[in-house]
């Protein structure tokens, strides 16, 4: 009797820790922050609303000097920025949900905009993982896609996943990072960050 309770207790603790860990990983659901814990998606999208900067360097920060290598197994460096005037970058791990949500849109993004915007992914968990290279072969074929460098990442996280930020040739953040999954908001980044370097 003991172990048919045992058994079906341990058989709910299974289901629940199950349906909590879908929840966190369905898009729209929780942001996973880059430590393992978690944020509402609403609070990580607020606290990166895209805004423009209003000071001399734009007012927040630039990209540390990094050197990494993409995906391919090619040399990286800041002087990735000065193939175009606007360079968007987007930090994700194929673990995230609503990272691997916003995929799809990704493509729409980059017809719309790879005329005068630098595509680059910083993707989290790259390195020997077959999902993350059968994502990036889906939908990020046209962009770069960069394994993470302490630096760069210090540069561009914000605790949470996914995060963009959109820098100039130099590696200046010309809008406030962009938290969470929200394509309105990389289009609203992107468009201010073309109107500031006069490419709009």
């Not at 993004?109 to 992914?121: A, E, S």
């Not at 040739?169 to 908001?185: R, T």
């Amino acid at each position: 009797m003991k172990r048919k309770i045992a058994a079906v207790v341990l058989a709910i603790v299974i289901v629940v820790v199950m349906l909590v860990s879908l929840r966190y990983d369905e898009p729209g659901g929780p942001v996973r922050t880059a430590d393992g814990g978690t944020a509402p998606a609403e609070i990580a999208a607020d606290a990166g609303a895209g805004r423009a900067g209003d000071e001399a360097g734009y007012g927040f920060g630039r990209i540390a000097d990094f050197s990494t290598e993409d995906v391919l197994g090619n040399a990286v460096d800041n002087g990735i920025f000065r193939e175009k005037n606007v360079t968007f970058i987007n930090y994700w791990a194929s673990w995230c949900g609503p990272c691997r949500g916003e995929l799809p849109e990704f493509q729409a993004l980059y017809d719309q905009y790879h005329d005068k915007v630098q595509f680059v992914t910083v993707v989290d968990d790259a390195a020997d993982n077959p999902a993350a290279t059968q994502l990036m072969d889906e939908y990020l074929s046209a962009w770069i896609n960069l394994f993470p460098d302490g630096a760069l990442l210090a540069s561009i996280q914000s605790g949470y996943v996914p995060t963009s930020v959109i820098v100039d040739g130099e590696g200046y953040l010309l809008v406030d990072k962009i938290v969470g999954a929200s394509m309105d908001q990389y289009v609203t980044g992107i468009e201010t960050a073309l109107e500031i370097t006069g490419e709009s």
